[in-house]
């Protein structure tokens, strides 16, 4: 999975508590990126990041915010989870120096439930 | 606004012919188009890149056309094999840069032995 880690890879948790989840990359990409994964939507943007300390806002951010104070480390944090954050969450990376290409590396995902 | 179409319905098709699965799309004007493949519980894998000025591209036994007038890219699996059974994507460069890609939903294939 291109040097991509997810942690935890499983988690259940109750609604309003706090959950943070974390992307740990060995690639030095300047880009990642946090997507959720629904039936029926399939992947949509949460935030994304596009070095230390620059974040900005995707398609379905709300009730969610991120932090990224090293080039390989991405936090995704629910501050209270809710049922409909129940969802599988993938990191991605991407890199832009001396390629057009765009093509993103994605992690292995982790599942959570909000009960 | 913007759009990519996959189709949703699985496709089902016999070991040793080609797989043809179709992505269209509006309202954007892509540079260029992506497709990924992704297994059951595991992250999307890069496949293909095409450009806008490529009208064919070939990887192994993976050909993708991509068709700015029409606005649809195909993406073709010859002489499948159970192995390829899984979802495909396309993606498209979003507007605003930053490397962000928007998603078809994807669709499945599923070869039969």
């Known amino acids: 999975d291109a040097g991509i880690t997810q942690s935890p890879r499983h988690k259940v948790t109750e609604t309003g508590t706090p959950v943070t989840l974390r992307c740990h990359q060995t690639e030095n990409h300047r880009y990642m990126y946090w997507y959720r994964q629904d039936p029926g939507h399939g992947l949509r943007l949460i935030h994304y990041?596009?070095?230390?300390?620059?974040?900005d806002k995707g398609e379905v951010s709300d009730g969610y915010s991120v932090s990224r104070s090293k080039t390989e480390d991405f936090l995704l944090t629910l501050e209270s989870a809710t049922s409909s954050q129940t969802s599988v969450y993938f990191c991605?990376?991407?890199?832009?120096?001396?390629?057009?290409?765009?093509?993103?590396?994605f992690g292995p995902g982790t599942r959570l439930t909000v009960t | 606004s913007q759009k990519i179409e996959q189709n949703s319905e699985a496709l089902n098709i016999q070991e040793g012919k080609t797989a043809t699965l179709t992505c269209n799309y509006t309202?954007?004007?892509?540079?260029?188009l992506q497709w990924y493949r992704q297994d059951p519980g595991r992250g999307p894998v890069f496949l293909l890149l095409?450009?806008?000025?490529?009208k064919e591209k070939r990887k192994e036994r993976l050909k993708v056309t991509f068709d700015t007038t029409l606005k649809q890219s195909l993406f073709h699996i010859t002489a499948s094999q159970p192995a390829d059974s899984a979802t495909y994507l396309c993606?498209?460069?979003?507007?605003?840069?930053?490397?962000?890609?928007?998603f078809g939903k994807g669709n499945q294939v599923v070869v039969i032995p």
């Open positions: 991605a990376i991407s890199e832009s120096e001396g390629t057009d290409h765009y093509e993103q590396y």
């Open positions: 309202n954007y004007s892509p540079a260029y």
């Open positions: 095409i450009r806008e000025n490529e």
């Open positions: 990041s596009y070095g230390v300390k620059d974040t």
């Open positions: 993606a498209l460069v979003r507007v605003g840069g930053n490397n962000r890609l928007a």
